[in-house]
């Protein structure tokens, strides 16, 4: 394990966090408007995500796994995600984040230290509130994707969630024509709540990062 970097994320998480103004510099926004923001309800459901650290190349490099989901799941189908989900009853977030990553694609929770929190952000689409974590493993983890759940898995080089992968996509949603910054992965666009989350991992590193802001018709 890179002790510095685990204690430099460690400090940072320990800070003032770069929260909703990480994020809205990765929300989806009204064509020519400003991003969207949601603040979640009293009732919204709670969920938890964890952002993995391993390393690839010795100590130098590392990477993180996304799962691309199944295109028949209720929520998020085909989506490119974090590992993640629901709280249950008497759980914590933290134990959460480590229980569905086991669950969704069998990394061993005792090889995972876990850093610390991101910010809290409200999935309105699904009426998630979800608790980002990070956490760091000493080696390559032995992923096993559950395949009632994960259609693939992703390791992305931390290397390649860089500005110069940030690209703008525009499309319909609801009737709404919406532009949207995400990260280009090759055949992969990854946008959205994840982007979001991902992009305050990466201000933590950067806190100018994100994307340009002269968006293309």
Not at 9 to 14: G, K, N, Q
Not at 31 to 46: C, E, H, N, Q, W
Not at 184 to 208: C, I, K, N, Q
């Amino acid at each position: 394990m890179n002790r510095d970097l685990a204690d430099r994320l460690t400090e940072r998480l320990r800070a003032p966090l770069p929260g909703d103004a990480a994020h809205a510099r990765f929300s989806p926004r009204p064509k020519g408007s400003v991003p969207l923001t949601r603040t979640a309800p009293a009732d919204a459901r709670r969920a938890a995500a964890l952002i993995l650290l391993y390393p690839t190349r010795g100590d130098d490099t590392y990477s993180l796994p996304l799962t691309v989901r199944r295109a028949d799941l209720p929520d998020h189908a085909g989506q490119i995600s974090l590992p993640g989900g629901r709280i249950d009853t008497g759980e914590t977030a933290a134990a959460a984040a480590l229980r569905e990553t086991v669950e969704e694609i069998g990394v061993d929770p005792s090889q995972v230290t876990l850093l610390g929190s991101l910010t809290p952000l409200y999935v309105f689409v699904s009426r998630f509130l979800v608790t980002p974590f990070v956490g760091i493993a000493h080696a390559r983890p032995d992923f096993r994707p559950e395949p009632r759940e994960v259609a693939e898995l992703l390791e992305v080089p931390l290397e390649a969630l860089s500005r110069d992968s940030i690209r703008w996509g525009h499309r319909t949603r609801e009737g709404y024509l919406i532009d949207f910054p995400y990260f280009h992965l090759g055949e992969y666009h990854v946008w959205g709540a994840t982007a979001m989350m991902l992009g305050e991992f990466l201000s933590l590193l950067d806190p100018e990062f994100g994307p340009t802001e002269n968006v293309q018709p």
